[in-house]
């Protein structure tokens, strides 16, 4: 740690700004108090099923100030609103103020009106002395000067804030990146970059399915150099390639930025997985379909983690641009996987080297399994196109995977019992937005197992024998490819 001494002869007062090397963050994998969908609450029944959420978001608090977390972040929807209608999401709603207003709610609640939720955030935060990140709904008036002004009279807005150690509101950010369905949430007119500053780095914010975008994501971390970003979510895992941590983890290590991913906890609906990553580390995480409890995640991070971004170095197309792309032998089929439909090749030996090509993208494979169980059915697979029934973004992806059977790669498996000795992966992207991901048998993550060489490959590191691998995976993402936003699938 290193501090400077300002001294203000003019104000009478010594201001002293400390920067940390490193901090601890927390982040809370929360479970929820549903409201009923169907049912409008009057105002006072909503803000008590919010605070039934809140006082468990307070526990957590206070556990993670103890263990001298500088900051937590709680979920998406973690006090309210998941699946709620336009109609009922209403008594939910606060007017939440833009943070240049410089107010602490806790010391003055009622400068803005009735804002029961914030007052007690803002309090967490004070009395805690920690920087609290939490998601709920934000309302904003509007008339018939506005053309687009919905026939409410309201924008309605899916809203993460942060409170810092005195309590005051400093970040305010509305999601734009709607998924679908969240019909009772308007977007903002533009992606909103919001900033904030710590004496342990620079912070940005996006709320989970902006992530899959270039704005706010990538400009929060190309154009205005944040250190960590704040991601709180509500994360339906989807394999093999998109479950939360194993996406969340890569984005993180490609980006070179610290994710702070904080998902709601809930089972039945396919929705776990919260973790401190950083782009060297994969750092510690959660994910348990077993249980329906809470679970708080803390570990120490560096506030500025490595500058050089990891796709601002690497040649993602050096390597596989230089491999004959027509392997002798290798028989290709079509198969769908997550809806999309890949060229596939099953791998029936236990070594191999494999290449095959879709479209504008040929995919390269070299590796060695310890041993072939017969039970697990593995293929290689390439894709290059739009992904998903709305076709909203385009990807190019590379990936090895283990499937249930040849008939059923639409279904990924979740287990495995093959371990790779070796593995090479490679291909032909036209992007420099590359993520690279290493699966294991249980969707368990892959620490210190693998590395990104300078020409593209994602490579195994020796002696480092996997355990049971479910899937290999560099998924690329052409954003300059993604068509504009169709309002009636997104809001």
């Not at 006090?79 to 207003?101: G, H």
């Not at 099953?346 to 041993?371: F, K, P, R, T, W």
Request: negative net charge.
């Amino acid at each position: 740690m290193y501090c400077s001494d300002i001294f203000i002869s003019v104000l009478f007062f010594t201001y002293s700004s400390c920067a940390l090397d490193t901090f601890t963050a927390a982040v809370y994998e929360h479970v929820p108090l549903f409201q009923n969908p169907n049912q409008a609450p009057v105002q006072e029944e909503a803000l008590a099923l919010m605070n039934k959420n809140i006082d468990v978001l307070e526990q957590a608090v206070e556990t993670a100030a103890q263990k001298g977390a500088h900051i937590i972040v709680t979920p998406e929807y973690a006090i309210c609103c998941l699946d709620l209608s336009r109609e009922t999401v209403y008594p939910y709603l606060e007017d939440i103020p833009d943070p240049e207003v410089n107010w602490i709610p806790c010391s003055d609640p009622h400068r803005f009106g009735r804002a029961p939720v914030q007052n007690r955030l803002s309090c967490m935060a004070k009395n805690n002395s920690i920087y609290l990140v939490a998601n709920f709904g934000d309302k904003k008036l509007c008339n018939n000067s506005d053309n687009n002004c919905p026939e409410d009279g309201h924008y309605i807005y899916d809203t993460t804030v942060v409170f810092n150690t005195e309590g005051k509101l400093i970040a305010r950010y509305h999601k734009y990146h709607l998924f679908l369905g969240e019909t009772q949430f308007n977007r903002p007119k533009e992606p909103e970059i919001v900033t904030f500053d710590t004496p342990f780095g620079k912070f940005g914010i996006f709320i989970c399915y902006d992530i899959l975008f270039h704005d706010p994501a990538i400009t929060l971390v190309t154009q205005h150099n944040v250190d960590t970003v704040i991601f709180t979510t509500a994360w339906f895992n989807t394999l093999p390639h998109y479950s939360a941590v194993q996406f969340h983890s890569s984005w993180a290590m490609a980006m070179g930025t610290n994710l702070l991913s904080s998902n709601i906890h809930n089972t039945s609906m396919g929705m776990t997985g919260s973790g401190v990553f950083s782009p060297d580390e994969l750092g510690p995480y959660y994910y348990n379909k077993h249980t329906d409890e809470g679970h708080l995640v803390i570990s120490k991070l560096s506030s500025h983690p490595r500058k050089s971004k990891l796709f601002s170095s690497v040649k993602w197309d050096a390597y596989a641009s230089s491999i004959n792309h027509l392997s002798p032998g290798t028989k290709t089929f079509n198969g769908t996987i997550f809806i999309d439909s890949f060229t596939l090749t099953e791998l029936q030996d236990a070594q191999g080297i494999h290449s095959i090509c879709h479209n504008n993208l040929c995919c390269h494979l070299n590796y060695s399994m310890v041993e072939k169980r017969n039970e697990d059915v593995y293929v290689f697979g390439a894709y290059d196109g739009f992904h998903g029934p709305h076709k909203v973004f385009h990807v190019q992806v590379c990936t090895v995977l283990k499937c249930n059977s040849l008939e059923t790669c639409i279904n990924a498996a979740e287990t495995a019992s093959t371990r790779f000795e070796w593995f090479s992966l490679s291909g032909t992207f036209n992007t420099p937005y590359v993520f690279p991901e290493v699966l294991l048998s249980d969707v368990q993550l892959a620490p210190k197992m693998f590395r990104i060489l300078e020409d593209g490959r994602l490579v195994s590191l020796p002696d480092k024998a996997s355990k049971p691998l479910l899937s290999i995976t560099l998924l690329g993402r052409n954003y300059e490819k993604d068509p504009a936003i169709n309002m009636s699938l997104l809001t």
